[in-house]
């Protein structure tokens, strides 16, 4: 597609319940982005894709978020029994390539409250 | 890891005026440098970047100065209009650790042009 696609758009869970988050990147990027971004804050990096290969995820924030990208393309997070701090936009963005000539294109992301 | 601060956290300008954001790094090693336009609700956009290797850039009325000594970046937006109203976050990528993929993002600056 055009752009980098994510659903839902909103999601509102119960507190406990799991979710799963969606990330459609831009045809034939190679790199992948979670972001977390809180209400008045600046995105806060969570895991980074190379294709289908998770190469960082130190900034999940507890054993509760796992992400996937199984066949290097579409990208989901899983948030399980989902906490009141978890809420918050989940931006997704992705690059062509690996080298310094190539941008990141973030998603419009996915605002999560969790009540 | 890197760190990065922006300053202000809340600017108000007439129209027609200039705006100034700044932006410290820590990691000596960050060699690319971008500045993203968020409006409310919206995906983070690159209004533009700059990479280690220059020392200014520019983009109509918007232009990017890096200073590698001092480790900080400036976004100046002449001849603000309403339209430029928006949260702007500047972001570095480091090297630290081997992550030269990562973004790190300030917490954001709030412009608001008064007409």
């Known amino acids: 597609g055009a752009g980098v696609s994510q659903s839902p758009r909103y999601k509102v869970a119960k507190r406990g319940q799991d979710v799963a988050l969606r990330c459609d990147p831009i045809?034939?990027?190679?790199?992948l982005f979670w972001y977390q971004q809180a209400l008045g804050q600046g995105p806060e990096f969570l895991t980074y894709?190379?294709?289908?290969?998770?190469?960082?995820k130190s900034g999940l924030p507890s054993d509760r978020f796992f992400a996937e990208r199984p066949e290097g393309s579409v990208s989901t997070l899983k948030i399980q029994r989902t906490q009141q701090e978890d809420s918050a936009v989940y931006l997704c963005?992705?690059?062509?390539?690996?080298?310094?000539?190539?941008?990141?294109?973030f998603g419009s992301g996915t605002r999560l409250t969790v009540v | 890891g890197e760190n990065v601060e922006q300053h202000p956290s809340t600017l108000s300008v007439q129209e027609g005026d200039s705006a100034v954001i700044k932006c410290t790094y820590s990691?000596?090693?960050?060699?690319?440098f971008p500045w993203y336009k968020q409006e409310l609700g919206k995906r983070p956009q690159l209004i533009i970047d700059?990479?280690?290797?220059?020392g200014e850039k520019k983009d109509q009325r918007i232009a990017v100065t890096l200073n590698k000594t001092a480790k900080h970046f400036s976004l100046h937006i002449t001849e603000t209009q309403p339209e430029d109203s928006a949260v702007y976050f500047c972001?570095?990528?480091?090297?630290?650790?081997?992550?030269?993929?990562?973004?790190?993002f300030g917490k954001g600056t709030l412009l608001t042009v008064n007409p």
């Open positions: 990691d000596s090693a960050s060699n690319y």
């Open positions: 972001a570095a990528r480091g090297f630290s650790g081997g992550s030269n993929y990562k973004l790190t």
């Open positions: 700059i990479r280690s290797n220059v």
């Open positions: 045809s034939g990027h190679v790199s």
């Open positions: 963005a992705s690059r062509g390539g690996t080298g310094v000539t190539y941008g990141y294109t």
């Open positions: 894709f190379q294709n289908e290969a998770q190469l960082d």
